[in-house]
């Protein structure tokens, strides 16, 4: 059985904070959208692709120094988190590509929904589906 459409593979793990996301379809692709606003993507964000699934991780640092009346406060906080979703079988690495812009993270996925669509069925008459099939069969084995 074939998953026609991305999603989460298992529910979002608690770890440090669990970033939104979103699936979209773009015409045959699918584009995972990651809210990662003020997190370093280019050191602490991992995107890749792992026995089948499209698997978002990371790292959110937050840093941050006040100084009033002489003292000084320093807060620092930080956070993992993990997201993962099921790709379509035969999805491959080479299928991802991954922005950043503005604080969203945008993972494609090209081809996540080819040949998931509808397809007519041409309709013949005279002779039914079966009893055709059967006959070409069998000329092409006469053939043969």
Do not use: N, W
């Not at 640092?61 to 009346?69: A, I, L, P, S, V």
Request: charged share 30%; no cysteine.
């Amino acid at each position: 059985m074939s998953t026609l459409y991305l999603r989460p593979a298992y529910p979002a793990r608690q770890f440090g904070f669990t970033p939104a996301a979103e699936i979209v379809r773009e015409g045959e692709d699918a584009v995972v959208t990651v809210e990662l606003p003020g997190v370093d993507v280019a050191r602490d964000v991992t995107v890749e692709v792992d026995r089948g699934r499209l698997v978002v991780r990371g790292e959110r640092r937050d840093e941050r120094t006040e100084e009033q009346g002489g003292r000084s406060l320093r807060e620092v906080r930080y956070g993992a988190f993990r997201r993962s979703f099921r790709l379509p079988e035969g999805v491959t690495a080479e299928a991802v590509s991954a922005s950043y812009d503005k604080g969203v993270l945008s993972v494609r996925v090209a081809g996540a929904y080819a040949g998931s669509g509808a397809r007519t069925v041409e309709i013949t008459t005279g002779t039914p589906a079966v009893e055709a099939a059967t006959s070409e069969t069998t000329s092409e084995d006469r053939a043969a």
